[in-house]
C-alpha cells in the first residue's frame, strides 16, 4: 500500500442475512507490519483487508468504552468501584489478612473513606524520601568525580529507582486511569513540588561545585522537570526491555545534552559537551 491512505466503504452481512449492507467507511492503512499473526497475510482475510480493518477498529473502541466505563470516566464512583473489586473493605482484612473485620470497622467504618485513605497512601509524597536519601548519599561519594561521570552515575540510579512497582509504578497507574480524580490531581501537584523542593537545591549546589550556572531564561525549576521526565521514561524504557541495557546511559547522555544548552559557565561561557563531561569540581 502506499503512503496516501485510501477511504473504502465497509460493505460486509449482518449474521444470518443474505445481503450485504454498509457499515460505514474506513481508512485503509499498511497493517502487515503490525498484525502479524493474523492466518492470511494477503488478501480478503489478509491485515490491509476493509473488513480485516473494520473488525480491529470496532473492538478497539469497544475496548476503550469498556476500559473507560470501567476504570476512568466517571470520577466519583468508578475509583470505588474498581478498588471494591481488587481490595475491598471489610473481606480484604478477613480473606487477605485474616483478622477479624473490626480492625476495618473501627477505622473506617464507611468503604469510601478507606479507599479515599489508601490511594492518599499509595500517592504520599513521603515515598520519594527512600529515593531521595539514597540519591544524596551517592551523591556525597560522587563528588569528587568529574561532572560527565557524576551525571552518569547519577542518572542511572535514578533511571533504575523509577522501576520500583511499589513506590513509583503503582502510583503512574493512577495518574493514568484516574486524571480527573480529585485526590489524584491533589496528589500529582505535591509530586510536581517535591520534585522540585528537593532537586532545585541539589542542582544549585552541583552548579556551585562545578563552577557553572544557568543560562538567562532557564528556569531551574523547569530544569528539575525535565530531569526528572527523562529519567522516569528511561526507567520505562527498561522495564519494557526497550534496549534495556543502554536506557539508563542514554538518560545519561539526553541529560548532558539538556545540561550543555541550560548551563554556562560562571563566567558566562557556553561549554561543549566534551568540556562539560571532562568538568572537574573546585575547591570550595
Not at 489478509?46 to 469498556?66: D, F, H, I, K, M
Not at 509524597?125 to 548519599?137: D, F, G, I, K, M
Not at 557556553?270 to 570550595?284: D, F, K, V, Y
Request: charged fraction near 25%.
Amino acid at each position: 500500500m502506499g503512503s496516501e491512505r485510501e477511504t473504502v466503504e465497509i460493505l460486509v452481512r449482518d449474521r444470518g442475512g443474505k445481503v450485504a449492507r454498509s457499515r460505514g467507511t474506513i481508512e485503509l492503512e499498511d497493517l502487515s507490519r503490525v498484525v502479524t499473526r493474523i492466518a492470511a497475510r494477503t488478501g480478503p482475510n489478509g491485515p490491509n483487508s476493509p473488513v480485516t480493518q473494520y473488525l480491529l477498529r470496532e473492538a478497539s473502541n469497544q475496548l476503550c468504552e469498556r476500559l473507560m466505563g470501567d476504570l476512568g470516566e466517571d470520577v466519583t464512583s468508578a475509583p470505588l468501584r474498581v478498588l471494591s473489586a481488587l481490595i475491598g473493605h471489610e473481606p480484604f482484612v478477613e480473606n487477605s489478612l485474616n483478622i477479624s473485620a473490626h480492625h476495618m470497622r473501627r477505622r473506617w467504618p464507611i468503604a469510601s473513606d478507606w479507599y479515599a485513605d489508601l490511594i492518599s497512601y499509595v500517592l504520599r509524597p513521603q515515598r520519594y524520601a527512600v529515593n531521595e536519601e539514597q540519591a544524596r548519599a551517592e551523591m556525597a561519594v560522587w563528588g569528587p568525580l568529574p561532572l560527565g561521570e557524576l551525571i552518569d552515575r547519577l542518572a542511572e540510579q535514578q533511571a533504575l529507582a523509577s522501576t520500583d512497582r511499589q513506590l513509583f509504578r503503582l502510583a503512574e497507574m493512577l495518574f493514568v486511569i484516574w486524571p480527573q480524580y480529585a485526590q489524584i490531581q491533589q496528589a500529582y501537584a505535591d509530586y510536581r513540588q517535591t520534585v522540585e523542593d528537593f532537586w532545585i537545591p541539589v542542582y544549585q549546589q552541583l552548579m556551585e561545585l562545578y563552577g557553572l550556572r544557568v543560562r538567562p531564561g532557564v528556569d531551574l525549576a523547569d530544569m528539575a522537570w525535565m530531569l526528572e521526565t527523562l529519567v522516569s521514561q528511561a526507567g520505562r524504557d527498561h522495564t519494557l526491555r526497550y534496549a534495556a541495557a543502554h536506557t539508563p546511559a542514554h538518560a545519561a547522555r539526553l541529560t548532558r545534552t539538556y545540561i550543555a544548552g541550560a548551563l554556562e559557565s560562571a563566567d558566562g561561557r557556553l561549554l561543549t559537551l566534551e568540556e562539560l563531561a571532562a568538568r572537574e569540581p573546585r575547591a570550595l
